[in-house]
Nanobody
Framework: QVQLVESGGGLVQVGGSLRLSCAAS????????MGWYRQAPGKQRESVAL???????NYADSVKGRFTISRDNAKNTVYLQMNSLKPEDTAIYYC??????????WGKGTLVTVSS
């Protein structure tokens, strides 16, 4: 009943920028948090950035100072602005939503490829 759709992925050169968007729709009672996760080939999924309902943000050490997570509550949309991209940022990026009951929902992912 809850659907998340990511967009904005693609190919970008080292040092470039990209902005990901995630729109949530469906019957959502309340959002506790929204965030971005990523998974590279052969590696486990890792948390990239999280924004809580109160506005507090958390970032993985590897992206601090380069990535910014933001939201538009009226649109149930979360964004990830990615700057100074590195090859190690290459991964499938997944949007996640955690509702007030602790239930999590996931998008299908969008591929980000950073190359020279």
């Amino acid at each position: 009943q809850v659907q998340l759709v990511e967009s904005g992925g693609g190919l970008v050169q080292v040092g470039g920028s990209l902005r990901l968007s995630c729109a949530a729709s469906g019957s959502i009672f309340s959002i506790s948090a929204m965030g971005w996760y990523r998974q590279a080939p052969g590696k486990q999924r890792e948390s990239v950035a999280l924004i809580l309902s109160g506005g507090t943000t958390n970032y993985a050490d590897s992206v601090k100072g380069r990535f910014t997570i933001s939201r538009d509550n009226a649109k149930n949309t979360v964004y990830l602005q990615m700057n100074s991209l590195k090859p190690e940022d290459t991964a499938i990026y997944y949007c996640a939503l955690i509702d007030s009951y602790g239930m999590s929902y996931w998008g299908k992912g969008t591929l980000v490829t950073v190359s020279s």
